[in-house]
């Protein structure tokens, strides 16, 4: 394509900047049930599918890429692109993750299930998330994370942005 020499309209995405973070709406694949609270992925098509994990143990079972934390639940459509679901794609949220210690700040956090309860410190056959930002009010294991998958680094990325 040519260099813009004149003014353009730029269709946009409905983003939703909240107090938790940022919320984008994506069409969700067909006869897929999506769980309010759920890790979510976009499957080869680009829509909206429950996270599976690349693998479990050794066998190779998803190939979707992670997105975020869906906001809504959608029930089971008959064709994809029916239906739009509101996705959590970077915002901080508060989860209990065992064995955690104040030298795991910073340190990055991975999915291994569809359930954000199942976050894990642990790498292998996982998707990256985001990384422990701080402890949460109650202590112990109650970790405030950082969460922006689409950040596919390890460890705290250093941004000019911050999340209110």
Same mark, same amino acid.
């Given at each position: 394509m040519a260099a !813009?020499? &004149?003014n353009k309209l730029v269709k946009t995405n409905q983003c939703i900047s909240t107090p938790d973070g940022v919320v984008l709406n994506y069409? @969700? %694949?067909a006869s897929t049930a999506i769980y309010k609270g759920s890790l979510v992925a976009l499957n080869a098509a680009g829509n909206l599918v429950s996270y599976i994990p690349a693998t479990v143990g050794t066998t %190779? @079972?998803?190939?979707h890429r992670l997105i975020g934390i869906a906001q809504s639940a959608v029930a089971s459509q008959s064709a994809a692109n029916l239906v739009m679901c509101p996705v959590l794609v970077r915002g901080r949220i508060t989860i209990a993750i065992g064995s955690t210690t104040i030298a795991d700040i910073g340190k990055p956090v991975f999915a291994s299930t569809n359930n954000p309860a199942d976050i894990? *410190? &642990?790498a292998a056959g996982n998707a990256y998330c985001g990384y !422990? %930002? %701080?402890f949460g009010a109650t202590g112990g294991d109650d970790c405030v994370i950082e969460f922006d998958p689409? *950040?596919?680094s390890g460890g705290m990325p250093m941004t000019l942005w911050s999340t209110p």
């Open positions: !813009i020499t &004149t069409w @969700v %694949a %190779a @079972v998803g190939n894990t *410190k &642990t !422990i %930002a %701080a689409q *950040k596919h």
